[in-house]
């Protein structure tokens, strides 16, 4: 069964193999701590892990594809081997050699934070391989995007990019049910487009495709609670993950599985009366 098809909201754990990610750089780049870790978020609840090799913080430099390939596949095989088999195994690149040898290694999903603008062959690699796609917007890059980032309407404005990534993905082959699209929360945002979309979830989740949220320990929020420190926000995003399940999100990408999880289950359980 594809994983998109179950009823309940999905949650995304965050594994990035990095020395330099914002909150936990450095932490799980060897095989065996990126194993344990990955196992550990499957224990408490994960539907999916999420595997980097680049840093996508505000000001990161950009990771050239065979880094990018030498951080990720040993790790996403090692992990492929251990996992059961209801949890799947996403890779968190926007290059399309590094997704090909990725899904090669065990993955099965692509997530883009670019959303195609780095590589549009991307677009073409989902297609053939029959893959889920995210399609994330970003405002500029990484090491550009908190540089004054500015829009017209910044829901209608991202909900217009999306819908003409998600017409190049159908022209491409990509199956419909295969989309998945992310309105990109802290990338080339400000603390007031950020909450503006959050606010509005409802409007991308009405577009019909599954929507991915990514607000995880993420600096606006630390506005917010008065906290200078990402993991002093667990408590923040799992009020984010609530609202998202209120408004109709289908993945959560976290950092910190547990509290997530049961946040995502007892809003979902309330909503639907399952209780």
Known sequence: ???????MPLIMGILNVTPDSFSDGGKFTNIDSAVNHGKQMI????????IGGEST???SKRVNVNEQIERVVHII???SETIPDHVKLSIDT?????ADAALDAGAHIVNDVSGGNDDPEIINLCADKNCPYIIMHMQGTPETMQNNPAYEDVVSDIKQFLENRIGDCIKAGINEKNIIIDPGIGFGKTREHNLTLLKNLNIFVDTGHFVLLGTSRKRFMGSICVVNT???LIGATTATT?????????IFRVHDVRPNRQAADVAWTILNQTY
Request: proline share 5%; no cysteine; net charge negative.
């Open 1 to 7: 069964m594809n994983i998109l098809d179950k009823n």
């Open 43 to 50: 224990d408490e609840g994960a539907d999916i892990i999420d």
């Open 57 to 59: 913080r505000p000001g």
């Open 77 to 79: 095989k090692a992990i």
């Open 94 to 98: 926007t290059r399309s050699k590094v």
């Open 230 to 232: 990402p993991d002093e």
């Open 242 to 250: 609530a609202l998202g399940v209120e408004a109709g999100v289908k």
